[in-house]
């Protein structure tokens, strides 16, 4: 082993500019990987983080997942009903405080109602809609980041003013109000309210920041004529990624249509699926690229030293020992680069954290990155084992020469 290890320094100390060319190359590959990553990772996982904290991770509706049967259909299997009119329901979760109690003995997180209506806001003239909600400002910031979102006014102030609302600050932009004016809402029921603004909020979603208004549940109860009713109860769990499996046990048990997080924003959990195949992607032939220098230079190695694999074979070096050889020089390069690159990447991922951004279209000034050890193993990885190949084709083929004819055909 130690004359397989004597003979591969050799040869890379011999072409040693050479050798540092390779190195640098994977090296430049592995340290771009890395800050690849860390880059699409953190701008992911920001956008979730700011998602998740934009809504419930769990919200149970007064709706149900699938139609109640009919009696008819209990008595009769091959019975069909068409174009019945369905009697008209009392509107509103059953029962509320029970709910609410048995889901608090087990979900692990917290749990508070809300009333949900959708309403119209008018002021000066301007006429825009709104999903109004209504909530219990003691137990709001246990369930949401809305304390947290409030740029004017607080959640107690919607106990100062007579039909108090506060307002997304997009939404409040549209309609041109601000802190203290006072705006007409109504609801399809036709009832209409006058309430004062004494709070502007931005979550950083434009969806919620443009269309949502919040109120006290009195006094969305009373805008949606459910006085005494609640049709939404809204949960934050302790761990986000459970939401679907919590949704599915909440649907199992009382039948209400519940929804996780995922669930209402399948179509961009799927375009992350698809953004991480594109990003590993990338990464990989990046570092594929940069394997190709470690390639060039076995290659250059072999061939030149055709002639000393001649003589080593003749002496009773095998075949097994000679493709050793070379891709121990390989792996070398592989392994140098590799840290050199980490070394890199961790440079320019601090360098990119250092980097101060201004939008004004949201309240974050750095770029969000994640600096995780995974990166650099799978970058590490990728280019210690592209360099080990690199090295096998030009070994095997060192190892496949019969001596006899190299001797016999040298000058």
Partial sequence: MNLVVDIAWTHIAARFRQTVVAVLGVAIGVGF??????????????????????????????????????????????????????????????????TIAALESWVPGSVTPSVQARGILRYGGKDVTSVIVGIDPAREPRVSQLVNHLKQGSLPALFRATNAIILGDRLAEKLGARLGSNIA??????????????GIFRSGVRAVDEGTSYVLIRTAQVLAEQTGLINEIRIRLNDPMSARAVADRIIADTGLKTISWQEANEDL??????????????????????SFGTYNIISTITFEKSRDIAI????????????????????????????????????????????EIRTGFTDATRLPLIVAPLHYVIA???????????????ARKAARVHPVEIIRGAT
Avoid: C, W
């Fill in 33 to 98: 990987s890395i800050m690849m990553a860390a880059l699409m990772q953190g701008s992911q996982d920001d956008f979730v983080r700011t998602l998740v904290n934009a809504m419930p991770h769990v919200a149970i509706n007064d709706e149900r997942r699938e139609a109640p049967r009919q009696p008819a259909e209990e008595a009769f299997d091959a019975a069909q009903i068409r174009g019945l009119t369905p009697a008209t329901r009392r509107r509103g979760i059953n029962n509320p405080i029970a």
């Fill in 380 to 394: 590490g990885g990728i280019a210690l084992a592209s360099s080990a190949i690199a090295g096998y084709f030009p």
């Fill in 269 to 290: 959990m799927s375009a992350f699926v698809v953004r991480n195949v594109i990003m590993y992607t990338v990464v990989g032939a990046i570092l594929l690229v940069a």
């Fill in 185 to 198: 809402m109504s609801a399809g029921t036709g009832k209409v309210m006058t309430g004062q603004v004494v």
């Fill in 312 to 355: 080593l074979k003749s002496l009773g070096l095998t075949q097994a020992t000679v493709r050793r050889i070379f891709i121990l020089e390989g792996l070398v390069i592989g392994l140098a680069g590799a840290l050199a690159g980490s070394v890199l990447g961790f440079v320019l991922t601090q360098v990119m954290l250092s980097i």
